[in-house]
Structure formats: C-alpha cells, structure tokens
C-alpha cells in the first residue's frame, strides 16, 4: 500500500468519527438526548453568568451600603434617602425595619411592647426574600448537575442497543461495523458530562458565595437589631422617669 493510499484511508476514518458524522449518524432518541442536553449545558451557563454578575453587583452595594450606615450620618438621612427606592440588600433590610420602627412610634398611643420581636421578625423575612432572590434559578445547576450524566447515560444505552440491532442484522462484528455505533452511542454520555460537570463545580461555588452573603446580612441584621434595641430602652427610660 503506498503512502497516498493510508493517507486517504486516514483521513476517511477522521472524517467517519467526527463529532458532527457521530451526531447525525445516531438514533432520533439518541439525538434528541443530545440535543437536549446541550440546551441544558447552554441554559446552566447563561445562569452561571448572571448569577456571577448578579452576586458582584450584590457585594459592591453592600460595601457602599456599609460604608454610609457605619459613616456616623443619622439614621433618619438615610432612610429619607432610601425609603422610596432601595437598591441594595441591605438597604433593603434598613428600610424594612425604620419602617416598622417609625409606624409604631407614629401611632396615637406609642407602644413598645412586641416592638423587638417585630422587627427582629421583619429582619427575618426581608433577608429570606433576598436570599430567595440571590438562589433564583440555583436548582436548575444543581438539576443538570444531578441528571445530566444519567440522561446521556440513557442516550448511550439506548445508542448501543440499536447498534447492537443493526450488527445483529448485518451479521457483520468487525471492527469497522461494531466502532461507529458504539462511539455515537458513547458521545451521549460525553455530551452529559460536559453539560453536568461545569453545572455541578459553579452550583458549588455560587452556593457558597450565596451563603457568604446571607451571612453578612445576617450580621448586619444582629447589629442593627442592638442599635434599635438601645434606643427602645431609651424611649422606654425616659417614659418611665417623666
């Protein structure tokens, strides 16, 4: 055989195992597997992106949030300038308990009974919605993450009965017959890894940043839950002394 012969039957065997000739030459159920999980891999990291995007612009405005709340400016600046529009987490948290605050202290008969607990329990449920906000759309990593490698295992085993199927039919084992089938087959498997490994690593990652963040506004939250607190005993002090 001369070497223009092996060059051409080399580059006929590239061409027959091409990830393109593997897609097309696979069962429909195969394809549509593929298909799929390619939409999920294309779906996880769009995801992956915004929330990337999401969590730093939530970290900077908490640290500008922090910076003017700790600055020593009255607390009553701050909330005339943040109670119509709120735009960080924290902020958010703020105005929710000044609003509690003041819509007890703006009754006819002031009363700070329960008024601790009220607003501890506003703290709460405004740090829950953010921190719903932040894990938005989180389950859908953690889903193709989970699911992934078994769908494109399913691909791969509905890909090798079929081409087990079709040897049978042929009567033909040898390698040349045997090899396409089972590397089309194969391909669903790999096309679930590369949609569930990345889904699984950035799940992992945005998680913990998502945590690190309802900590900080869990502490946050603690430290202004004290600073009402103070002022409630003053209130109440001086109430009792006139």
């Known amino acids: 055989m001369n070497p223009s012969d092996i060059a051409s039957g080399a580059l006929?065997?590239?061409?027959?195992?091409?990830?393109?000739?593997?897609f097309w030459g696979a069962h429909f159920v195969v394809k549509a597997v593929m298909i799929g999980l390619l939409a999920a891999s294309v779906w996880s990291w769009s995801i992956i992106v915004n929330k990337f995007i999401l969590l730093?612009?939530?970290?900077?405005?908490?640290d500008q949030f922090e910076?003017?709340?700790?600055?020593g400016n009255s607390l009553e600046d701050l909330?005339?300038?943040?109670?119509?529009?709120?735009?960080?987490?924290?902020?958010?948290?703020f105005v929710a308990a000044m609003r509690e605050w003041k819509r007890s202290f703006s009754a006819a008969s002031s009363s700070?009974?329960?008024?601790?607990?009220?607003?501890?329990?506003?703290?709460?449920?405004?740090?829950a919605r953010e921190v719903e906000r932040l894990e938005s759309n989180l389950l859908v990593l953690a889903s193709v993450a989970s699911a992934g490698p078994f769908v494109g295992l399913f691909g791969t085993v509905w890909g090798i009965m079929?081409?087990?199927?079709?040897?049978?039919?042929?009567?033909?084992?040898?390698?040349a017959v045997v090899a396409p089938g089972i590397a089309e087959a194969l391909f669903a498997t790999a096309i679930g890894l590369f949609a569930a490994i990345p889904a699984l690593i950035f799940y992992?990652?945005?998680?913990?940043?998502?945590?690190r963040s309802q900590a900080r506004m869990e502490s946050f939250a603690d430290e202004f839950s004290s600073i009402l607190s103070r002022q409630i005993d003053s209130h109440v002090g001086r109430d009792k002394a006139a």
């Open 204 to 211: 992992n990652i945005l998680s913990g940043k998502v945590a």
């Open 56 to 62: 730093r612009k939530s970290k900077s405005s908490m």
């Open 162 to 175: 079929s081409a087990f199927r079709s040897i049978a039919a042929s009567k033909n084992t040898s390698l």
């Open 79 to 93: 909330y005339a300038s943040l109670s119509n529009r709120p735009t960080t987490a924290m902020a958010t948290l």
């Open 112 to 127: 700070y009974m329960g008024l601790q607990a009220r607003i501890e329990k506003v703290l709460d449920v405004s740090i």
């Open 67 to 71: 910076e003017s709340f700790w600055s």
């Open 12 to 22: 006929a065997a590239t061409t027959e195992v091409s990830f393109w000739h593997m």
